[in-house]
């Protein structure tokens, strides 16, 4: 179908075009004459294509029937108002609107032949299309799908990572709402239940409050999401429902002793592959959480320059947050590993299986310093050692790739050079023991 031309009137562009045959049945118009609101040329064209296009779809609807489906009602019912120059609203809302506004709609849905309500466009011009009846288990398939740029970039484990977290918070909430109910009737004292399920949850020891809150705020996520997506305009109210934490648990970091005479120790880590062996060595003295290792491709690892060094981005994964992409030069133990693994870590491309590989054999070997250490601790050790040794704020938060704390990051931050400087004088005392 050739592609609307605008007209000029005056100073203002309008969209003026023949309905054709095929809209006769659901069109009483015969000749479409609309404002396009405003006096560009260039504009006008790109408007009256999308105006032409969203009378068309509106059209195809009526003559579908989809305002009748169950699923698409909603959307059809914009479709047709759009059609008539009309936003959908709700007839509460339209009640609220100007008279004018109210007459042209009622008009709009009146057949001129008998002065009737035409059935097909009333709903639609006059709000009065019922809401889609969407249950909380229907409410994650509509989440799933709308939500694929959330994705993006995400490796096969990522991804499975974060479907399954949000799946599983989202089953708790059916299970403590009574069943797979509408969200329409999901109110405050369902929210209530759920709170307090998940707090029997916490003394029973089965979840920290810091999980609960979690759980809770990926569940509810996915309930406004789909709100505001489908326009459903309901009363969500979750605030105030976060359990208080009144101490954060952290990760204790390795010291520096335990580093070097355990963890560095000829033969210590000899029963672990190589690959995840130079993941846990180049971890000392990058500081890089362990997926980011394991997402690094070969060109990502640079061994042939005056600065060996490895290069984080987000051409190949997703990353954390955006201030994690960031470049790491390499020293000591940690080159030693890259250029034991020049090609990366293909075992765990993924990232499914490294931390717990390793954490099972610092286990196994006693290599743990105390129960509460694991292979992340290696990254809170990096960041102690830049502390001690006087590194600037900024210079330290970029190299661990957290963002700076209450403004924004500007310029381009230290040169590869001055960093690599800065980490040979922080991990002078990391060598291995003779």
Same mark, same amino acid.
């Given at each position: 179908?050739?592609?609307?031309?605008?007209?000029?009137?005056?100073?203002?562009?309008?969209?003026?075009?023949?309905?054709?045959?095929?809209?006769?049945? +659901?069109?009483?118009?015969?000749? /479409?004459?609309?404002?396009?609101?405003?006096?560009?040329?260039?504009?006008?064209?790109?408007?009256?294509?999308?105006?032409?296009? *969203?009378? +068309?779809?509106?059209?195809?609807?009526?003559?579908?029937?989809?305002?009748?489906?169950?699923?698409?009602?909603?959307?059809?019912?914009?479709? /047709?108002?759009?059609?008539? =120059?009309?936003?959908?609203?709700?007839?509460?809302?339209?009640?609220?609107?100007?008279?004018?506004?109210? +007459?042209?709609?009622?008009?709009?849905?009146?057949?001129?032949?008998?002065?009737?309500?035409?059935?097909?466009?009333?709903?639609?011009?006059?709000?009065?299309?019922?809401?889609?009846?969407?249950?909380?288990?229907?409410?994650?398939? /509509?989440?799933?799908?709308?939500?694929?740029?959330? @994705?993006?970039?995400?490796?096969?484990?990522?991804?499975?990572?974060? $479907?399954?977290?949000?799946?599983?918070?989202? $089953? $708790?909430?059916?299970?403590?709402?009574?069943?797979?109910?509408?969200? &329409? *009737?999901?109110?405050?004292?369902?929210?209530?239940?759920?709170?307090?399920?998940?707090?029997?949850?916490?003394?029973?020891?089965?979840?920290?409050?810091?999980?609960?809150?979690?759980?809770?705020?990926?569940?509810?996520?996915?309930?406004?999401?789909?709100?505001?997506?489908?326009?459903?305009?309901?009363?969500?109210?979750?605030?105030?429902?976060?359990?208080?934490?009144?101490?954060?648990?952290?990760?204790?970091?390795?010291?520096?002793?335990?580093?070097?005479?355990?963890?560095?120790?000829?033969?210590?880590?000899?029963?672990?592959?190589?690959?995840?062996?130079?993941?846990?060595?180049?971890?000392?003295?990058? =500081?890089?959480?362990?997926?980011?290792?394991?997402?690094?491709?070969?060109?990502?690892?640079?061994?042939?320059?005056?600065?060996?060094? /490895?290069?984080?981005?987000?051409?190949?994964? #997703?990353?954390?947050?955006?201030?994690?992409?960031?470049?790491?030069?390499?020293?000591?133990?940690?080159?030693?590993?890259?250029?034991?693994?020049?090609?990366?870590?293909?075992?765990?491309?993924?990232?499914?299986?490294?931390?717990?590989?390793?954490?099972?054999?610092?286990?196994?070997?006693?290599?743990?310093?105390?129960?509460?250490? &694991?292979?992340?601790?290696?990254?809170?050790?990096?960041?102690?050692?830049?502390? #001690?040794?006087?590194?600037?704020?900024?210079?330290? $938060?970029?190299?661990?790739?957290?963002?700076?704390?209450?403004?924004? @990051?500007?310029?381009? =931050?230290?040169?590869?050079?001055?960093?690599?400087?800065?980490?040979?004088?922080?991990?002078?005392?990391?060598?291995?023991?003779?």
């Amino acid at each position: 179908m050739k592609s609307p031309e605008p007209i000029r009137r005056r100073a203002v562009f309008y969209l003026r075009r023949r309905v054709p045959k095929r809209y006769h049945g +659901v069109e009483d118009r015969r000749e /479409i004459l609309t404002s396009l609101h405003t006096d560009s040329e260039k504009d006008a064209r790109t408007r009256a294509a999308e105006t032409w296009a *969203e009378m +068309v779809r509106g059209w195809e609807a009526l003559l579908a029937g989809d305002i009748a489906a169950a699923d698409d009602r909603m959307a059809a019912a914009r479709e /047709i108002a759009r059609t008539h =120059g009309f936003q959908y609203r709700t007839a509460l809302e339209i009640s609220r609107r100007p008279l004018d506004e109210i +007459v042209a709609r009622v008009k709009a849905a009146t057949n001129p032949k008998d002065g009737t309500l035409d059935h097909r466009r009333a709903p639609a011009l006059l709000g009065t299309v019922e809401k889609p009846h969407i249950t909380l288990a229907g409410a994650w398939d /509509i989440f799933w799908k709308h939500t694929e740029q959330n @994705r993006h970039g995400m490796t096969v484990t990522q991804e499975r990572i974060w $479907r399954t977290t949000r799946m599983r918070s989202m $089953r $708790r909430l059916n299970e403590a709402a009574g069943g797979d109910i509408p969200i &329409s *009737e999901f109110g405050t004292d369902e929210a209530l239940d759920v709170r307090e399920m998940y707090w029997e949850m916490v003394l029973a020891g089965q979840v920290t409050r810091a999980t609960a809150n979690k759980e809770m705020g990926h569940a509810f996520h996915v309930l406004r999401t789909v709100n505001k997506i489908r326009r459903l305009n309901l009363p969500l109210a979750f605030e105030g429902l976060r359990f208080d934490i009144t101490e954060k648990a952290t990760r204790p970091p390795f010291s520096d002793t335990w580093i070097k005479n355990r963890l560095l120790a000829p033969g210590a880590l000899g029963g672990l592959n190589t690959e995840a062996r130079c993941v846990l060595l180049g971890m000392i003295h990058t =500081g890089y959480r362990p997926s980011e290792a394991v997402g690094l491709r070969p060109e990502d690892i640079r061994l042939d320059t005056d600065i060996p060094h /490895i290069d984080i981005n987000s051409t190949h994964r #997703h990353l954390k947050t955006s201030s994690s992409a960031r470049v790491l030069p390499l020293v000591g133990v940690s080159l030693e590993a890259f250029q034991a693994c020049p090609g990366g870590f293909p075992r765990y491309l993924d990232g499914a299986t490294i931390g717990a590989t390793i954490n099972k054999y610092l286990t196994e070997h006693l290599l743990r310093e105390t129960p509460g250490h &694991s292979l992340y601790c290696l990254r809170h050790s990096f960041e102690d050692r830049l502390l #001690h040794a006087g590194v600037d704020e900024r210079i330290r $938060r970029d190299l661990m790739g957290h963002r700076l704390a209450n403004r924004e @990051r500007y310029g381009a =931050g230290a040169r590869l050079d001055h960093l690599h400087s800065l980490l040979q004088d922080a991990e002078t005392e990391f060598q291995r023991p003779n």
